[in-house]
């Protein structure tokens, strides 16, 4: 299969491994990657902050760099930006766009896949020969969770990496308190949602705190080392893309 890679805003700028490891890994599976170099915003932050019209340059660049015929699926390390592919581009398209827009978002909206989901739904695998020796505990992301609807395909993949120890998160369907600008909007609202989830993910005694955005990541992450807590926070491409041969970089580094 020829897959198209979306690299995200947060993937590009701050999280580029968990965009290589979601690369390396579905070579690994045999399939080819290819990235269009002029991919940019997906324009999700304008549509979740009120800016409908705005986004409509950024949802007609993405349909023109992934509506490649050739390209057989679009996959993204974000359930959020899935998402707004998903759901967000055909209102965007609907209300500001022409005919052709409309066109261009339907025929990518119906080949785009959060990466737990090309997994297991398109190409019908949950071994993807991983190896973690580390215990692990999985946030489900509210988007991933309630928009797109994954499920339990992320814990599915997690379950059959070599070597894991896969512990429950407790209270693992609640919010992260990151939400975008809710955060900065609603600071002391979002600290505590934070508090919460890390005090679960601390019950745990995980090594590391793994999701499939890593804008919550980026939240835990950030929360956890003030704390300095000694659980790391890893993005599910990483994990999946770990191997004997050749062991996630940022643990390896860590010990």
Known sequence: MRIGLFATCLGDTLFPEAVKSTAVLLAR?????????????CGQMHVNTGYQREPVPLVRNFAAQFG??????VVMPSGSCAGSVRHQHELVAERYGDAALRAGVAAVKAKTYELSELLVDVLGVTQVGAYFPYRVTYHPTCHSLRMLRVGDKPLELLRAVEGIDLVELPGADSCCGFGGTFAIKNAETSTAMLQ?????????EADVCSAGDSSCLMH????????RSGTRT???????GSTRTAPCTLMEAAR
């Not at 490649?68 to 699926?73: E, F, G, P, R, Y």
């Not at 919460?196 to 745990?204: E, F, P, V």
């Open 29 to 41: 599976l045999g399939h080819e990657v290819v990235f269009p170099p002029d991919q940019t915003c």
């Open 68 to 73: 490649d015929a050739s390209i057989d699926a």
């Open 234 to 240: 890893l993005h599910l491409a990483q994990i999946l």
């Open 196 to 204: 919460d989830k890390m005090r679960n993910i601390a019950g745990t």
């Open 220 to 227: 835990i992450g950030g929360g956890l080392a003030r704390i």
